[in-house]
């Protein structure tokens, strides 16, 4: 199983950005993925997850309305629409995958993050 989020960056107050992570070695049909983020000096949180199947999909309160997760079984890479990005969204950004959504944190499988900056 392998995972690698990419597409982070600077972006100032209000902005958008996408995020995407690719995965190998397992299907989404038999395992869900979520995103998680982790802050400078905090610990890392959940901010949203997609079920097996892609049979729900749940998402933090701090991100929900702007943030939209999103898959594409052919591209065996999931997206993280974030809009109406605020200063306090900065973090690393980790996907993760397993056979359900263990939140807030237990997810087996982690790939590495990609940095974003919110900031004017």
């Known amino acids: 199983v392998q995972l690698q989020a990419f597409g982070g960056g600077l972006v100032q107050p209000g902005g958008s950005l996408r995020l995407s992570c690719a995965h190998s070695g397992f299907s989404l049909d038999y395992y869900a993925i979520g995103w998680f983020r982790q802050a400078p000096g905090k610990e890392r949180e959940w901010v949203s997850c997609i079920t097996s199947s892609g049979g729900s999909t749940v998402y933090a309160d701090s991100v929900k309305g702007r943030f939209t997760f999103s898959r594409d079984n052919a591209k065996n890479t999931v997206y993280l629409q974030m809009s109406s990005l605020k200063p306090e969204d900065t973090a690393v950004y980790y996907c993760?995958?397993?056979?359900?959504?263990?939140?807030?944190?237990?997810?087996?499988?982690w790939g590495k993050g990609t940095q974003v900056t919110v900031s004017s």
């Open positions: 993760a995958a397993d056979v359900s959504c263990r939140l807030p944190n237990g997810m087996e499988y």
